[in-house]
């Protein structure tokens, strides 16, 4: 396969990357699959991530930001004095769970490597179901990012090159969907910040994806605590 249908994927091993990572599969793209651990405290996630790879045939690394951990205080996610909260995506408390810049480091990494392969895109699972609490998942941050970094690597790589988002405008039920349709086996996804043995079902990640799959008329194979 030629290098203009190569593609790095951002994937965490949750419903909405792995789905992406379906997708780009589906439209004839050879995968490099990326996964970040900078120390959340839900980093079973990227065993699920290898996973989607070894499922898909894709090349998959796990890029180590962990030193960062320690610097990334006050989040949830990053930081074991603060718990997670119980709720929906929607309610002011789940702002305790924004890790600073998480999208934008994650992204700039993905990029380099999308410069060194020759790939044509670098694909992110963000979603609507995002927008209200975590702003680069926004699609004002999608598009601005691109151009930032349509400067950042002018001359080097594949002239065409940018940044794969399509899932921003949608929801998450609508993801379940195409996922379903693509084949996608939710049970080998990951979604808890809790990480525990299941998922907890009443952090915002859970409740979000119980209702996802409600919404989606779609059942629902997560075993959940509660």
Not at 8 to 25: E, F, W
Not at 88 to 113: D, F, G, K, Q
Request: include cysteine.
């Amino acid at each position: 396969m030629s290098a203009s249908k190569r593609a790095i994927a951002i994937v965490s091993g949750g419903m909405d990357s792995v789905t992406l990572a379906y997708l780009l599969t589906s439209e004839g793209y050879d995968l490099h699959l990326l996964s970040f651990d900078y120390g959340q405290r839900h980093r079973k996630e990227l065993e699920f991530a290898a996973r989607c790879a070894a499922q898909l045939g894709a090349q998959h690394d796990v890029v180590d930001l962990s030193s960062l951990t320690s610097l990334l205080k006050g989040s949830a996610l990053t930081d074991a004095g603060v718990a997670v909260p119980d709720g929906h995506y929607a309610h002011e408390n789940m702002r305790i769970t924004v890790v600073p810049n998480r999208n934008a480091m994650m992204l700039s990494v993905a990029y380099a490597v999308a410069v060194a392969e020759g790939a044509a895109v670098v694909g992110a699972g963000i979603h609507a179901g995002d927008h209200a609490i975590y702003p680069d998942c926004r699609p004002a941050f999608a598009r601005a990012f691109d151009a930032m970094q349509r400067l950042a690597v002018e001359g080097f790589g594949d002239p065409n090159l940018h940044l794969y988002t399509p899932f921003v405008s949608i929801t998450k039920a609508n993801i379940v969907t195409i996922g379903h349709r693509l084949g996608v086996d939710y049970a080998k996804t990951w979604s808890c910040y809790k990480g525990g043995e299941v998922h907890c079902g009443t952090c915002g990640t859970c409740v979000e994806r119980k209702e996802a799959f409600d919404l989606a008329g779609v059942p629902d194979p997560t075993s959940y605590a509660a």
